[in-house]
Nanobody, 115 residues
């Protein structure tokens, strides 16, 4: 089983930056593709960034060019660098494997972008 703890969220102004971290416990972290998901009130959860076990990345069109996902397998950690933040990025951000593992969802970390 993989257990995940997200951190790094906060309140920022439009155009600002945040770096999110996801700490994973579990002995097989390195074999999973990992992703960052977000969910805003009243909206479906969406996958915004993916990184494979080999380091390939992909992004939703809404964040492409602004967000960067990375991982450090030695630290069992995945990161999301978010730049040029927009109000529509406001959401609770979660990490999980891709496809997601039902039992691995953490509490998420709140990102609020507001002037």
């Amino acid at each position: 089983q993989v257990q995940l703890v997200e951190s790094g969220g906060g309140l920022v102004q439009p155009g600002g930056s945040l770096r999110l971290s996801c700490a994973a416990s579990g002995s097989i972290f390195s074999i999973y593709s990992m992703g960052w998901y977000r969910q805003a009130p009243g909206k479906q959860r969406e996958l915004v960034a993916v990184i494979t076990s080999g380091g390939s990345t992909n992004y939703a069109d809404s964040v492409k060019g602004r967000f960067t996902i990375s991982r450090d397998n030695a630290k069992n950690t995945v990161y999301l660098q978010m730049n040029s933040l927009k109000p529509e990025d406001t959401a609770v951000y979660y990490c999980n494997a891709v496809p997601s593992l039902r039992g691995a969802w953490g509490q998420g970390t709140q990102v609020a972008v507001s002037s």
